[in-house]
C-alpha cells in the first residue's frame, strides 16, 4: 500500500476589506505585496516591526521569535509580523495602512560626500521637492550609477525647509551599495530617495531620556535630538554611544553643540569595546549596555538604535531594571546584501 501526502494548498487573507490568496509556504507579506497592496514593511527579517498587524482569525506559523520586538500587550491583542508569518488556515487580519499611503519616491542629487570615519561616509542630498518625516525615520537611497539596488538608511537630520537630508552610510562585508558608495565620489549623481518609513521617533512625555547608540545607529538619534531642539523639548537626556576604537568616533562636534544648547541636563558618554590599551583613551571600555545602569534615570524613557544584539541586550537590561516594555522604543540595524529595488523594495535597514 502506497501513501501520500497531500499537496499543500493555497489559503485565503483577509487584509481589512482586501480578500487575497496566500501560496503555500508564502508570508502574508509576500501575498499582498505580490496583489498590489501597498503594505507597510522595510526589513523583511522580522527586526523592525513595520509590518506587525493584528490576527483577528485563523491560524499562522511564526519564522521567528517575535516577543523581542512586539510587546506584551501587543502580542496579547494578537499582533504578528506579515514578513514572518505563513499562514496555516485561511485568516484575517487588521493592518493600518495610512504609513504605506504616506510614503513616496522623490529624485534627488547628491551635494556632498563626507569621510566621518574609515567605514562611514555622509551624504548630503538636495531633494527636487519636500519629502516629510519624522525625525528617526528612514528612507530606502538609490543612486543612478547603481541601477536596480536600493538600501534603507535613516535620516541623519530632521526635516528642512529646504529640502536637503542627509544619510550616514557604513560600507558593510560584501555590500554592493556601500562599496559602491565608498569607493566612488556619487558627487552630482542623481538619486532615489523612497520614504519615510519606520516608526523610531520621539513621542511626547516629560520623562528623562535615555538613548543608545551603536556605530552609524548613531544617526537618527542626531535627527531626534536637533528635531527635540528646535521644538523646544526640555528632558534631560543620557546618550551612550558605542564604538569599536577612538577611530570610530564621529559627530562630537554636533553632539558638543547640542550639549551646550540644551536646555536640561545632557549628559554624552562615548564607550570604546575594542580601544587597545596603551592608546592613552581616558574613557569608559566596555560595551553600551555596561553603562546603562549608571546613566538610567528613575521614569526615563529609553531610545535604542543600532545592531540588533545590542538592542536585543539593551532591551532586557532595560526591562530588568523596571522600565515599561512601551516605554521603549528600538531601531534595529539589520544588514544584508543588497537586492534589486524591482521586487517591491527588499534591502533592509542599515
Given at each position: 500500500m502506497f501513501s501520500f501526502c497531500a499537496k499543500p494548498k493555497a489559503v485565503s487573507a483577509q487584509v481589512n476589506d482586501t480578500a487575497i490568496t496566500v501560496q503555500p509556504k508564502e508570508t502574508l507579506l509576500q501575498a499582498a505585496l505580490r496583489q498590489g497592496i501597498d503594505f507597510p514593511h522595510s526589513c523583511r527579517v522580522g527586526g523592525c516591526a513595520t509590518c506587525k498587524c493584528r490576527l483577528l482569525e485563523g491560524k499562522v506559523r511564526e519564522l521567528t521569535e517575535t516577543g523581542y520586538i512586539l510587546s506584551d500587550a501587543e502580542l496579547d491583542q494578537g499582533y504578528i509580523l506579515a514578513c514572518q508569518s505563513v499562514p496555516r488556515t485561511d485568516v484575517r487580519i487588521q493592518v493600518e495602512l495610512s504609513a504605506a499611503t504616506a510614503r513616496r519616491r522623490v529624485r534627488g542629487r547628491v551635494l556632498s560626500r563626507e569621510v566621518l570615519t574609515h567605514d562611514i561616509v555622509r551624504l548630503r542630498i538636495q531633494l527636487d521637492e519636500s519629502l516629510p518625516y519624522q525625525a528617526g525615520q528612514f528612507a530606502q537611497l538609490s543612486v543612478d550609477s547603481?541601477?536596480?539596488?536600493?538600501?534603507?538608511?535613516?535620516?541623519?537630520?530632521?526635516?528642512?525647509?529646504?529640502?536637503?537630508?542627509?544619510?550616514?552610510?557604513?560600507?558593510?562585508?560584501?555590500?554592493?551599495?556601500?562599496?559602491?558608495?565608498?569607493?566612488?565620489?556619487?558627487?552630482?549623481?542623481?538619486?532615489?530617495?523612497?520614504?519615510?518609513?519606520?516608526?523610531?521617533?520621539?513621542r511626547p512625555a516629560d520623562a528623562p531620556l535615555l538613548l543608545v547608540a551603536g556605530g552609524s545607529g548613531l544617526a537618527p538619534v542626531l535627527a531626534l535630538l536637533a528635531q527635540a531642539l528646535a521644538d523646544g523639548v526640555k528632558r534631560p537626556v543620557s546618550l551612550i554611544f558605542g564604538a569599536r576604537t577612538q577611530a570610530d568616533l564621529y559627530a562630537l562636534d554636533h553632539l558638543q553643540a547640542l550639549h551646550r544648547q540644551w536646555p536640561e541636563g545632557f549628559d554624552f558618554v562615548p564607550i570604546l569595546s575594542q580601544e587597545p590599551a596603551a592608546s592613552g583613551w581616558q574613557g569608559p571600555r566596555g560595551l553600551v549596555t555596561d553603562l546603562i545602569p549608571a546613566r538610567l534615570r528613575e521614569g526615563s524613557h529609553a531610545y535604542l538604535c543600532g545592531p540588533p544584539a545590542m538592542v536585543d541586550v539593551a532591551s532586557a537590561l532595560l526591562r530588568e531594571r523596571g522600565v515599561a516594555p512601551a516605554d521603549i522604543h528600538a531601531d534595529r540595524f539589520t544588514t544584508l546584501h543588497e537586492v534589486p529595488t524591482a521586487t517591491a523594495s527588499t534591502a533592509a535597514a542599515a
Open positions: 547603481l541601477p536596480g539596488v536600493a538600501r534603507s538608511y535613516s535620516f541623519a537630520t530632521p526635516m528642512q525647509p529646504d529640502a536637503q537630508v542627509s544619510f550616514f552610510v557604513r560600507k558593510v562585508p560584501e555590500g554592493l551599495f556601500s562599496a559602491h558608495v565608498h569607493a566612488h565620489a556619487v558627487v552630482g549623481e542623481g538619486v532615489t530617495v523612497d520614504g519615510p518609513q519606520g516608526d523610531f521617533h520621539l
